[in-house]
């Protein structure tokens, strides 16, 4: 008989890969493994730079893993965003709201309406970054739940939108906006007179968006639920009577109120609006969501806020919540049991500043810049081996901006001399790393998503290869729709967004 294949937890898992960088990083620096790679200095001129991986198997790595474990587990961007919001979902689900609402919305609706209206926020909502997977993964588990449905279902299909989403923006983000001024550092040492316009990328948006919501619609209807075990719901039928309908509106109606405020507040030019605002930024994204924007410091305080004002409205018209004693139970409920998750947290940052840390990450997207730049096919073959490399390089690099910086001083002065514009050039860097967002571990909010899969688990452990599995459906045919739509603007020239085409001619 064949012994039962072991299952090695996500939290081993992140320890064996933690002592591989460890050791990988000794063994690459002794063959000296280094890249070389093209970025712009401020002057506009070229510069090339070397990296090469740094040796952690040794003293000096050791003291860094030992002086930096608490440190880095203190700043890792999840757990702070993670703790915060719990707290208002914690509110709307102990209060009755979320059991209540969800029943209503799913009662009569079809789940593939349901599932798209889940995806479809989740990729919009990746216009605030990061705080979109610990709002929607909870929020996408609860709403399976209570549609009578597998959570894991609500979890798979919002992680898969907002990592694999992440490159699909219709509007300009702050990091669309790092990355642009990168852009155009770089097509300037090719034409000094370049400019881009903000709406550069509009249309193409509008048609991924649309086009990887129905896509994701009918993966996770027909490729992911199909396979999941069914789930066995504690909770009894809910009957949804005058009593919650009054909560529903109550509750709904001070959100929106909130909401009125605060998006008054974020409009400059207003009798006392904008003071959410930085206004010493140029353009108004870098107002919204730049580094000393008020908005963009408090936005984590702004959305629980909201949630506990819905849940308390709730609450109190329902009598779910009557004295202090239910408003303390309920801003803790959903912290209650998360030890789990917070020693996956504290591994997960461990792997992940040491690999960052050992640089070899960093020395492949080297590598892949410079095979980038050294490409001799011009048209469909550049754009094609392009993607690859980006794809690729991802998985062990996927910050976004660290990685633009190293590729595009040799990504768009070539595809500028091949006649693509730098603005497309930009479309295709984030949509080809969107291809692998969801699939590499090294993604900070990969952790999340193996925590909420644990957490409503009922069958045997779920490990990394399980999270992993789940999102290859939605990674291949976030590759399709990606080569589809590229190739396509590019084959017929039609603009990619206000005044921007794939073609490109300057220098006249």
């Given at each position: 008989?064949?012994?039962?294949r072991?299952?090695?937890?996500?939290?081993?898992?992140?320890?064996?890969l933690t002592i591989?960088?460890?050791?990988l990083s000794g063994?690459?620096?002794?063959?000296?493994?280094?890249?070389e790679?093209?970025t712009?200095?401020t002057?506009g001129?070229?510069?090339?730079?070397i990296?090469?991986?740094?040796?952690?198997?040794s003293?000096?790595?050791?003291?860094?893993?030992?002086?930096h474990?608490?440190?880095n587990?203190?700043?890792?961007?999840?757990?702070?965003?993670?703790?915060?919001?719990?707290?208002?979902?914690?509110?709307?689900?102990?209060?009755?709201?979320?059991?209540?609402?969800?029943t209503?919305?799913?009662?009569?609706?079809?789940?593939?309406?349901i599932?798209f209206?889940?995806?479809?926020?989740?990729?919009?909502l990746?216009?605030?970054?990061?705080i979109?997977?610990?709002?929607?993964?909870?929020?996408?588990?609860?709403?399976?739940?209570?549609?009578r449905r597998n959570?894991?279902?609500?979890?798979?299909a919002?992680?898969a939108?907002?990592s694999?989403?992440?490159?699909?923006?219709?509007f300009?983000?702050a990091?669309?906006?790092?990355?642009?001024?990168?852009t155009?550092?770089?097509a300037?040492t090719?034409?000094?007179?370049?400019?881009i316009g903000?709406?550069?990328s509009?249309?193409i948006?509008?048609g991924?968006?649309?086009?990887?919501?129905f896509?994701?619609t009918?993966?996770?209807?027909?490729?992911?639920?199909?396979?999941l075990?069914?789930?066995?719901?504690?909770?009894e039928?809910v009957v949804?009577?005058?009593?919650?309908?009054?909560?529903?509106?109550?509750g709904?109606?001070?959100g929106?109120?909130?909401?009125l405020?605060?998006i008054?507040?974020?409009?400059?030019g207003l009798?006392?609006s904008?003071?959410?605002?930085?206004h010493r930024a140029?353009i108004?994204?870098?107002?919204?969501?730049?580094?000393?924007?008020?908005?963009?410091?408090?936005?984590?305080?702004i959305?629980t806020?909201l949630?506990v004002?819905?849940?308390?409205?709730?609450g109190i018209?329902?009598?779910?919540?009557k004295n202090?004693k239910?408003?303390?139970?309920?801003?803790?409920y959903?912290l209650?049991?998360?030890?789990?998750i917070?020693?996956?947290?504290f591994?997960?940052?461990?792997?992940?500043?040491?690999?960052e840390e050992?640089?070899?990450g960093?020395?492949?997207?080297?590598?892949c810049?410079?095979?980038?730049?050294?490409?001799?096919f011009?048209?469909?073959?550049?754009?094609?081996?392009?993607i690859?490399?980006?794809?690729?390089s991802n998985?062990?690099?996927p910050?976004?901006?660290?990685?633009?910086?190293?590729?595009?001083?040799?990504m768009v002065?070539l595809?500028?001399n091949?006649?693509?514009?730098?603005?497309?050039a930009?479309?295709?860097y984030?949509?080809?790393?969107?291809i692998?967002?969801g699939?590499?571990p090294?993604?900070?909010?990969f952790v999340?998503?193996l925590?909420?899969?644990?957490k409503?688990?009922?069958?045997d452990?779920?490990?990394?290869?399980d999270?992993?599995?789940y999102?290859?459906?939605?990674?291949?045919?976030?590759?399709?729709?990606?080569?589809?739509a590229?190739?396509?603007?590019?084959?017929?020239?039609i603009?990619?967004?206000?005044?921007s085409?794939?073609?490109?001619?300057?220098?006249?």
């Amino acid at each position: 008989m064949f012994k039962k294949r072991k299952r090695i937890s996500p939290v081993m898992t992140f320890i064996i890969l933690t002592i591989v960088t460890v050791i990988l990083s000794g063994l690459l620096h002794l063959l000296n493994v280094q890249s070389e790679y093209t970025t712009v200095s401020t002057t506009g001129t070229l510069v090339n730079n070397i990296i090469e991986v740094k040796n952690l198997f040794s003293l000096s790595g050791a003291k860094y893993i030992v002086t930096h474990a608490v440190k880095n587990f203190m700043s890792f961007t999840p757990l702070s965003i993670l703790i915060i919001v719990l707290i208002g979902i914690g509110v709307l689900e102990k209060s009755g709201f979320l059991k209540s609402f969800f029943t209503l919305l799913t009662k009569n609706s079809k789940k593939n309406t349901i599932t798209f209206i889940l995806i479809f926020i989740s990729l919009l909502l990746s216009l605030f970054g990061d705080i979109g997977f610990v709002i929607m993964l909870p929020i996408g588990a609860l709403l399976f739940k209570y549609g009578r449905r597998n959570p894991f279902g609500g979890i798979i299909a919002s992680f898969a939108a907002l990592s694999f989403g992440s490159g699909i923006n219709i509007f300009l983000t702050a990091n669309d906006s790092s990355l642009l001024k990168l852009t155009l550092s770089a097509a300037k040492t090719i034409d000094e007179n370049y400019a881009i316009g903000t709406f550069f990328s509009l249309f193409i948006m509008i048609g991924l968006l649309i086009a990887t919501a129905f896509v994701f619609t009918f993966v996770t209807e027909k490729k992911i639920m199909p396979k999941l075990p069914k789930y066995e719901h504690d909770e009894e039928d809910v009957v949804i009577t005058n009593k919650e309908l009054r909560g529903i509106i109550v509750g709904l109606g001070l959100g929106a109120l909130y909401s009125l405020i605060v998006i008054y507040m974020i409009i400059p030019g207003l009798p006392l609006s904008g003071a959410l605002l930085d206004h010493r930024a140029t353009i108004y994204i870098d107002m919204l969501f730049g580094a000393d924007s008020l908005f963009n410091q408090g936005f984590i305080f702004i959305i629980t806020f909201l949630f506990v004002i819905i849940g308390f409205g709730y609450g109190i018209m329902c009598k779910t919540i009557k004295n202090a004693k239910d408003v303390t139970e309920s801003l803790a409920y959903s912290l209650d049991n998360i030890g789990n998750i917070m020693v996956l947290l504290f591994f997960a940052s461990l792997f992940i500043s040491v690999f960052e840390e050992s640089n070899i990450g960093e020395v492949l997207t080297g590598l892949c810049a410079k095979w980038i730049g050294g490409i001799s096919f011009t048209g469909v073959g550049l754009i094609i081996i392009t993607i690859i490399l980006i794809a690729i390089s991802n998985i062990l690099n996927p910050n976004s901006l660290a990685k633009w910086k190293m590729i595009s001083g040799s990504m768009v002065p070539l595809y500028m001399n091949a006649s693509i514009s730098p603005e497309f050039a930009q479309i295709i860097y984030v949509t080809s790393s969107s291809i692998t967002s969801g699939i590499t571990p090294l993604f900070t909010f990969f952790v999340i998503y193996l925590a909420f899969l644990e957490k409503y688990n009922k069958e045997d452990m779920v490990t990394m290869k399980d999270g992993i599995k789940y999102m290859m459906p939605y990674a291949a045919y976030t590759a399709i729709i990606m080569f589809i739509a590229i190739i396509g603007f590019y084959m017929i020239g039609i603009p990619t967004g206000i005044g921007s085409f794939p073609g490109v001619s300057y220098g006249a």
